[in-house]
């Protein structure tokens, strides 16, 4: 079993709806939670950075981590086409310890 | 402000042969790392630099891989002996600061060994 799962998808949702993304994972050391966002043939681009649970919002994204379950969840509000991409989650214990990363969902957004 | 700068974008090349990657991290950062990424997965690491220093590299992997970053600006990634199973997305990333997960990637450089 991988240490994080993430759905590869490809998810598909119509313009402006509201898109959850989600990640599980196995260690309980985990306390730093990012998401990123990876367009075809590029790098991949930080949109969200939490530490420990909570939520955390910036813009039509927000971050939810819930570490009692060991599960994370990125929304997007009015979702766009723009946003069609696949989002990577990671994480790691401790600063300065190696991410972790999932495989990447790839969301797909219909005019 | 430029970001992370990669060469060359894509590499083909035949299976036995070297090839050599550079990286040219954001000035003030003094992080840099090397992944590898394959179609369909996350980035999977390879190794770490703080400054000069290589602090860390995968017990994954090769020894046919070696990188350096001689005087902690640029980095070299190189790969002897190239296999078929060395084709792969090889991502670059600096990072300035404790915050270990805020990395900013490069555009990558894509090998493909026939």
């Known amino acids: 079993q991988k240490e994080v799962e993430q759905d590869p998808g490809p998810l598909s949702v119509p313009e402006g709806a509201i898109v959850s993304l989600n990640c599980t994972y196995s260690?309980?050391?985990?306390?730093?939670f990012m998401w990123y966002r990876q367009y075809s043939r590029k790098g991949p681009e930080l949109l969200m950075y939490?530490?420990s649970s909570g939520n955390k919002e910036d813009g039509r994204f927000t971050a939810q981590v819930d570490k009692s379950s060991k599960y994370i969840s990125l929304f997007i509000r009015d979702s766009q086409p723009s946003d069609s991409a696949t989002y990577l989650c990671?994480?790691?214990?401790?600063?300065?310890?190696?991410?972790?990363w999932g495989a990447g969902t790839k969301l797909i957004i219909k005019p | 402000d430029t970001g992370v700068s990669q060469n060359p974008r894509h590499k083909i090349t035949k299976r036995g042969q070297n090839v050599t990657f550079r990286c040219d991290p954001i000035?003030?950062?003094?992080?840099l790392y090397w992944y590898r990424q394959t179609l369909g997965q996350g980035p999977e690491f390879l190794t770490y630099?703080?400054?000069?220093?290589?602090?860390?590299k995968s017990r994954l992997l090769s020894d046919r891989f070696s990188a350096e970053r001689p005087k902690g600006s640029f980095s070299t990634l190189e790969i002897q002996r190239t296999e078929q199973g060395d084709s792969a997305m090889y991502l670059c990333a600096s990072s300035f600061g404790v915050r270990t997960g805020e990395l900013f990637f490069g555009e990558g450089s894509r090998l493909t060994v026939l």
């Open positions: 630099f703080q400054n000069e220093a290589q602090l860390e």
């Open positions: 260690n309980s050391a985990f306390q730093y």
């Open positions: 939490t530490y």
């Open positions: 000035s003030e950062h003094n992080r």
């Open positions: 990671a994480m790691s214990a401790r600063s300065n310890y190696q991410l972790i």
